[in-house]
């Protein structure tokens, strides 16, 4: 069955952004891999929703941050379907602390930059070595805002920023052999682990704040996604796709904004995945 169809393997796609991109994906023909860490009922349930569509899915549970997992969890792939055209990397493996530098401990800080890089460089290294083989694939890494934002969790916006000069790298020394790495960076996005923190003061600030009048909703990352890894996007590679629902055209107007107009407070994106 999935010897015809393109295989996509979504890592952190049990809920929210990665959740969303497993859907859109399969929608649009793929046999998607939808990894998980713990949550295998959610992830369940997104292949439920998957085939429910007409798509083909299949979970598949690894800690992306631990290589023999991802070791395990690409060659499963490979031996089940032959192949892997597409690679989304999603996983939001650490939570970021939110503090400043002088509260924010050594431990605490290169836990989030090291884990996050972590969660791709192994997966990235395995499936890079399979789409080299059949000189074709797509590399895409949710990305964030936060990346060259101030305010926030600076462990984040570092980490963020150090994945996106990944990408660059990678982008240079994969493209001989037809394969495009790209990022695609999300604003404020209202999914789980956003609620889990946002109050309705600032969800409403948020709101009110954005060209579109409401925060993105995983949807509008997925569909973005799903259109870069699109053989139409075939000559991208090497980018960083900002998806901020207008929110760059209300920080390029604040230097026209007269004296006596306040400019409008724009607050980091404060979690995406």
């Known amino acids: 069955m999935t010897q015809t169809r393109q295989v996509a393997l979504v890592t952190g796609a049990s809920r929210g952004i990665g959740a969303a991109t497993a859907r859109e994906l399969g929608r649009r023909g793929y046999h998607v891999l939808v990894n998980y860490r713990s949550s295998a009922a959610a992830a369940e349930a997104v292949v439920a929703d998957i085939e429910a569509a007409g798509g083909s899915a299949r979970a598949v549970r ?3 941050c631990v290589e023999q997992e991802v070791a395990g969890l690409v060659d499963t792939a490979l031996a089940a379907h032959g192949r892997l055209d597409v690679l989304v990397c999603n ?3 650490a939570d970021p602390p939110f503090a400043p530098m002088a509260a ?11 884990n996050e890089l972590a969660g791709v460089y192994f997966v990235t290294q395995r499936a890079l070595a399979a789409m080299r083989e059949r000189r074709a694939g797509r590399i895409v890494y949710i990305s964030s ?4 934002n101030v305010g926030g969790s600076i462990a984040h916006s570092t980490a963020k920023a150090a994945l996106n000069t990944f990408a660059h790298h990678l ?3 994969a493209g001989r052999h037809g394969i495009t790495v ?19 003061a600032m969800r409403a600030h948020l709101d009110s704040h954005s060209v579109l009048g409401r925060m993105l909703t995983p949807e509008d990352i997925a569909r973005v996604v799903g259109s870069v890894v699109d053989p139409g996007f075939a000559g991208v590679t090497g980018a960083v796709v900002r ?9 390029s107007a604040r230097p026209r904004l007269s004296q006596d107009q306040p400019a409008p407070e724009l607050p980091p994106a404060p ?3």
């Open 271 to 273: 979690g995406e995945n």
């Open 243 to 251: 998806v901020d629902g207008g929110r760059s055209v209300l920080e």
């Open 171 to 173: 982008a240079a020394e």
């Open 91 to 93: 996983a939001n493996v």
């Open 145 to 148: 805002t936060a990346a060259d």
């Open 104 to 114: 924010l401990p050594w431990a605490d800080f290169i836990a989030k930059v090291g």
């Open 62 to 64: 690894a800690d992306v």
């Open 182 to 200: 790209n990022c695609v960076a999300p604003d404020a996005t209202d999914t789980d682990a956003a609620a889990g923190f946002l109050s309705p």
